[in-house]
């Protein structure tokens, strides 16, 4: 049975690794011609020579998402080699542990950068050249945190909350124009995420619960993308504890305060 990601052109940012890498490979299965993004360019030809064995087409462009020339230079690649875009993920980006008030602002600058300014200059480009179109599927991955702040985490669940604000407003704004906007909300996911975010953060980081695979998210995303719809949660308790914590602030925060550590101890705890 032919793949209904067969022949669609999908671009990615953040694919030299984890979720963006694995995304990938399970798109280069089902046929799709892919365009890759992220900084570490020798990473990228990895990923892509797994892409070309599978037997799908692909392009990789060395592409930091906190330029937005950089950004529309991926679409642009994608349009001339391909003709079109039928899928872009905003997928890049990283994490760090601190507390809200302790944050270096260097810091704080380049996580909304890269995550948040990042993840719309993907969605701007691809949302002017997508309603020409006529037609295309915009994916922003976020986290479960985009509704719920978690102690040690603000800055990076501000930019993931940002990031579901925009799909939110953006999914209504393009309503009917033929471009759907969906958001991905993974749970703790084994990549490289905790290894970056715990070389930032000058101390150990770890994800808490449940761990699932970068490939398990990644055939959820194929799915995704064959049958759009508002929101992906790949672990599905996950969503319901989130909206939980939205109905419960102050019991959540009491609960959160005594049992979560997901992101390793603080510097003076
Ligand atoms: N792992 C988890 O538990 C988890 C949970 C929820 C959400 N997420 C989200 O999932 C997404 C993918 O993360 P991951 O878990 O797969 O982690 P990862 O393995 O560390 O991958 C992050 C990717 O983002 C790229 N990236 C980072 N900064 C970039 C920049 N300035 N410009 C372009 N690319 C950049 C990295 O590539 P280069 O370094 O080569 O640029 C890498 O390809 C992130 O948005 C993350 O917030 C992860």
Redesign the pocket.
Known sequence: MVSQTAGKVVVI??????????TAEALAKGGAKLVL?????D??QAVASRVTELGGQVEVMA????SRD?VQALMTLAQSRFGRVDVAI??????FTSRVHEVAEAQMEEIW???LL?TWYLMAAAGSLMLQQRQGHIIA?????ARRGLPGMGP?CM??AGQLSLVEAMRVELRASGVYVSS?????????????ASRRSGRTVR?GGK??S?EV?ARKICSLIQHPRPELWPMKMLRWAMLLTAMMPGISDAAIAKTMRPYGRLPRD
Request: aromatic letters at 8%; glycine letters at 18%.
């Open positions: 940012t953040g694919a030299s690794s984890g979720i963006g890498a694995a993004g992220a900084r570490r360019l990473k990228l592409c930091d998402v906190g950089q905003a997928n890049a980006g990283f994490g950068r890269v995550n990042g991955v976020s986290s479960v945190v990076y930019t993931k991905v909300h993974p749970g703790y996911t084994q990549t490289e995420f905790f290894q970056q994800g761990i699932q970068a998210v």
